[in-house]
């Protein structure tokens, strides 16, 4: 997993390099013989439609004289125009002229041109990736500027059952992260795969059931509940993964949820689970849902000898 400073590394690179190639380090943007927050306010006016000089100052996070300064050159060029309120005599709105409007239609147009050509060399699941999380990124550096506290979630959907492509998207995600992280090879993917193929055909049963958390129809997280395979009326979670990008957003958390209330609709007498000593985040999640360590023991059902762990959590039903 790339640490959170690996990551920090990453997303700055990547900004300067945005910085760059958007052409903020010049003096004009977007073919434009105006300044970045020039632009951005001419942007920001025809989102709006009419806007106070005291809104632009918020929306941008800028100085009130900068802001003023830079709007009273946008008035003298006639991009913008100002006039009083009719709901208040005392606040003045700042709307586009009609060269402002003819402005603003060149900037969209260049701005338009330069995204799709960047996007065109990106597939289409990358293109996904990049839209949704350059808008949760700038979502949380606006509401770290605004000192928002609350945690900004994804947009994600958890469903149930079979869906195409299931069995290999979650082989492909066990088996990447546990080569990487693990050293596991060919006879853990092939098992997992061995088992989702059987388990797949079995879900039909009200004992069976599987959640997918979803990304724009990808699939990036799993958990199963097999209600069969142990008997004695005992529940097996199976198969909980996430993919890389989504680990510490919380919907680990959220899967398991499911599947424990699952669990406890059912009344299975207990739940058990197999893992190994080295996955304590997995773990510490486990156990805050009430999972105890019932069993330790060395073992190579994954393909090498590791310290394997059962957990088990007695249901309260």
Not at 127 to 152: D, I, M, P, W
Not at 188 to 198: C, D, P, R, T
Not at 239 to 255: A, H, M, N, P, Y
Request: glycine share 8%.
């Amino acid at each position: 997993m790339i640490s959170d400073r690996q990551n920090i590394k990453n997303i700055r690179a990547a900004s300067r390099l945005m910085v760059r190639e958007l052409g903020f380090m010049n003096q004009n943007l977007a073919a434009t013989d105006y300044p970045p927050s020039a632009v951005h306010s001419l942007l920001e006016v025809e989102a709006q439609g009419s806007v106070t000089a005291a809104q632009l100052v918020q929306i941008l996070g800028l100085e009130k004289s900068s802001v003023s300064r830079m709007l009273a050159k946008l008035v003298e060029a006639g991009e913008l125009e100002e006039n009083t309120s009719a709901d208040d005599a005392r606040t003045k709105l700042l709307s586009l002229t009609g060269k402002g409007k003819e402005t603003v239609q060149n900037i969209n147009a260049y701005a338009d041109q330069r995204v799709a050509a960047a996007l065109d060399k990106l597939d289409l699941f990358t293109q996904c990736t990049v839209s949704q999380g350059l808008s949760s990124y700038s979502r949380a550096l606006r509401a770290c500027r605004e000192n928002t506290e609350e945690k900004l979630q994804s947009s994600f959907k958890i469903v149930t059952g079979y869906h195409a492509g299931m069995i290999g998207r979650i082989t492909e995600m066990h088996g990447s992260y546990y080569a990487r992280e693990h050293n596991f090879g060919h006879f853990f993917e092939a098992k997992v795969a061995a088992g989702l193929a059987n388990f797949s055909a079995r879900l039909d049963k009200p004992c069976n059931q599987i959640w997918l958390a979803m990304v724009n129809d990808r699939i990036v997280g799993s958990v199963a509940i097999d209600g069969e395979d142990l008997g004695n009326n005992e529940a097996h979670l199976r198969w909980f993964i996430l993919d890389d990008g989504c680990r510490g957003s919380g919907l680990g958390r959220k899967l398991i949820e499911e599947a424990m209330r699952f669990c406890d609709e059912r009344s299975f007498s207990s739940v058990q689970l197999w893992t190994f000593n080295k996955l304590t985040a997995a773990r510490r999640l486990y156990e805050s849902f009430g999972f105890e360590l019932s069993k330790e023991w060395e073992g190579d059902q994954w393909g090498s000898t590791i310290t394997e762990q059962q957990f088990t959590r007695q249901n309260a039903v």
